[in-house]
């Protein structure tokens, strides 16, 4: 597609489910980054990827969260036994640099998951 | 202590003024990233930097490496520029975010 495409744009769920968020960047872009957005807060980065490499994991939240990027494109962030602080916008952005070099960034519109 | 802090917060501009929004950061990065949030949500990419100046349209972000701190400045500034503005930077392989100033420019 001609940018990052996230989805579902918006997921209701009730507390203890699981959710999968989608994530489809721009082809070509080796370097993916999740972060969310909390109502009124800057955004907290999440985890990042080098094609399929996930570089670091030391934003996720706990162990409920994880991600991945089994082919180097479309990542999955999921999340376990969704609780009520979980809501927030979920958002991703791609770059067609390796991450941690000088790579314009490109973002999605995001996923807003509520949970109940 | 945030690793990137933005002043101020909250702006309110007049139509027509020169605004300046400055970004400090506390730690080594490879790039900087001006992002601008509207009311909408949607976010969008204004400016990558890694070093000196770039201009476009009404918008200037420079950067100071050595100081460590860049600025956003928009020339002429008009109601549809309100939004939130957001400075990050890719450092030690992560991204870290500015908590964003807030812009009103009244007409």
């Known amino acids: 597609g001609a940018g990052v495409s996230q989805s579902p744009r918006y997921k209701v769920t009730k507390r203890g489910q699981d959710v999968a968020l989608r994530c489809d960047p721009i082809?070509?872009?080796?370097?993916l980054y999740w972060y969310r957005q909390a109502l009124g807060q800057g955004p907290e980065f999440l985890t990042y990827?080098?094609?399929?490499?996930?570089?670091?994991k030391s934003g996720l939240p706990n162990d409920r969260f994880s991600a991945e990027r089994p082919e180097g494109s479309i990542s999955t962030l999921t999340i376990q036994r969704t609780e009520q602080r979980d809501s927030a916008m979920y958002r991703c952005?791609?770059?067609?640099?390796?991450?941690?070099?000088?790579?314009?960034?490109?973002f999605g519109e995001g996923s807003r998951l509520t949970v109940l | 202590k945030n690793e990137v802090e933005q002043s101020p917060q909250n702006l309110t501009a007049q139509e027509g003024e020169f605004i300046t929004i400055n970004c400090s950061y506390s730690?080594?990065?490879?790039?900087l990233h001006w992002l601008q949030q509207h009311p909408g949500g949607g976010i969008v990419s204004l400016f990558m930097?890694?070093?000196g100046k770039k201009k476009h349209g009404r918008l200037i972000a420079t950067i100071n490496i050595q100081e460590k701190h860049s600025s956003l400045h928009i020339t002429a500034s008009h109601p549809r520029d309100s939004a939130v503005y957001i400075c990050?930077?890719?450092?030690?392989?992560?991204?870290?975010f500015g908590a964003g100033t807030r812009l009103t420019v009244k007409p």
């Open positions: 952005a791609s770059s067609p640099r390796l991450a941690g070099t000088t790579g314009e960034l490109f």
């Open positions: 082809s070509g872009h080796v370097s």
């Open positions: 990827f080098n094609y399929e490499a996930q570089q670091d």
């Open positions: 730690v080594g990065i490879s790039a």
């Open positions: 930097l890694s070093s």
């Open positions: 990050a930077v890719t450092a030690n392989n992560d991204m870290r």
